[in-house]
């Protein structure tokens, strides 16, 4: 049984992950679109920034609600990107360890 919470906080660990990875390279592509460096007419851009919006829109959304842009720039993906490190680096280790201390306990 313990093997099987292992691999579940282990599959929650790489999903968060690639998500940080999705709004890390969304950031980036927004800034290259604003730039002028890359344009929607490249069809492969174009998909690749419509399928990351698609993933990550969802997790950013509520954030944006709260936090206005700032003189224009949208500071959401950092604050974003913040959390998702602390519930990988605190919360997600403590509730591992709490769910094995609960399984050693019976």
Known sequence: MAAIIGFIFFVLHALLNL????IIVSAILSWLF???VINYRNRFVASLAEALDRITAPVMAPFRRIIPPLGGIDITPIIVLILITGVMNY???ASQAALLSLLVAY
């Open 34 to 36: 604003a730039f002028d």
């Open 19 to 22: 998500l940080r990875l999705a």
């Open 91 to 93: 919360l997600l280790p």
